[in-house]
């Protein structure tokens, strides 16, 4: 079992559409939560860190839950701008340190 | 700022051949990171350095060796390239360890023959 797992993809949503990306993660020692994404053949960019209570930027909004070690990313009111590759991590300290999903692929069309 | 440059942007190998991985930061991070990257496997850690000095070895360390040169420049040094290295690799740094954001180069896309 991967230590991050991700939705496989790819998700092929309309413009203006909601979607929703789900991650888990199994080392409950995990400490900071990010989702990056990543666009074709560049290197990835920090989107948004996720905390307990949850957060918002803008369209984007990430959700952690500790206790089922899950983590999720929505995105609404989708914009072409958005297809990417989106990216969840676990990191923390001592011997365990940052462990990246696979990532999933999003497509949004006009 | 440059924030984290990478060099080169491409290299071919033939098996058996050996390269360095330059890496360099402008940003005064403390905490410096190789990853690989392949198809449906996401980035995997090879070695990071959280201070100037230190180097530890992290997921998938084998076949690879590491500088922390001084704060600014991390190196990756492939000894005997293998065609398992043909991948895209990837620099970070971090400021405050491995739970802070990390910023990441443009990465260096290696193909060994």
């Known amino acids: 079992r991967k230590e991050v797992e991700q939705d496989p993809g790819p998700f092929n949503v309309p413009e203006g559409a909601t979607v929703a990306f789900n991650c888990t993660y199994s080392?409950?020692?995990?400490?900071?939560f990010f989702w990056y994404r990543q666009d074709c053949r560049k290197e990835p960019k920090l989107l948004m860190s996720v905390y307990s209570s949850g957060n918002e930027d803008g369209r984007f909004t990430a959700q952690l839950n500790r206790a089922s070690q899950y983590i999720s990313l929505l995105i609404r009111d989708s914009k072409l701008s958005d297809s990417a590759t989106y990216l969840c991590?676990?990191?923390?300290?001592?011997?365990?340190?940052?462990?990246f999903g696979a990532g999933t692929r999003l497509f949004v069309k006009a | 700022n440059a924030g984290v440059t990478q060099t080169p942007k491409f290299q071919v190998l033939k098996t058996g051949q050996s390269m360095t991985l330059q890496c360099a930061q402008d940003m005064n991070h403390n905490s410096m990171y190789w990853y690989r990257q392949d198809p449906g496997m996401g980035l995997r850690l090879i070695y990071y350095s959280a201070s100037e000095g230190t180097t530890d070895k992290g997921e998938v360390p084998n076949g690879y060796n590491v500088s922390r040169l001084n704060k600014r420049e991390f190196s990756l040094r492939l000894e005997s390239a293998a065609p398992s290295q043909t991948s895209v690799y990837f620099c970070?740094?971090?400021?405050?360890?491995?739970?802070?954001?990390?910023?990441f180069g443009p990465g260096t896309r290696l193909t060994v023959l």
């Open positions: 080392n409950s020692a995990s400490q900071s």
């Open positions: 991590v676990a990191s923390g300290t001592g011997g365990f340190k940052t462990i």
């Open positions: 970070a740094s971090s400021d405050r360890g491995s739970t802070d954001t990390q910023y």
